[in-house]
């Protein structure tokens, strides 16, 4: 296992790796910020399109028990008047 002293060394060898690496090659910042941007709105896409889905499956399930029940034929009718 690694002393807490071994660890801090290669945290900070990684992030002076890290940031030479950006300095010879700032072209990927853009390209990380949009490989992390698209998943994240494709989540987010088919998180809403899903609770419309089951906003819609509830109502259509609601509509085929009240076809079971027969409640579609029990309209109120006002007598006509004349």
Known sequence: MLTPEEIHQEMTENKEFNMEMLHENPWL????????????????????????????????????????LGHHLEKARRPFKF
């Open 29 to 68: 910042i853009p390209a990380t910020i949009a490989l992390t941007t698209l998943p994240v709105a494709v989540c987010i896409h088919g998180f809403w399109k899903n609770r419309q889905l089951q906003k819609k499956l509830k109502i259509e399930r609601e509509k085929t028990k009240q076809l079971a």
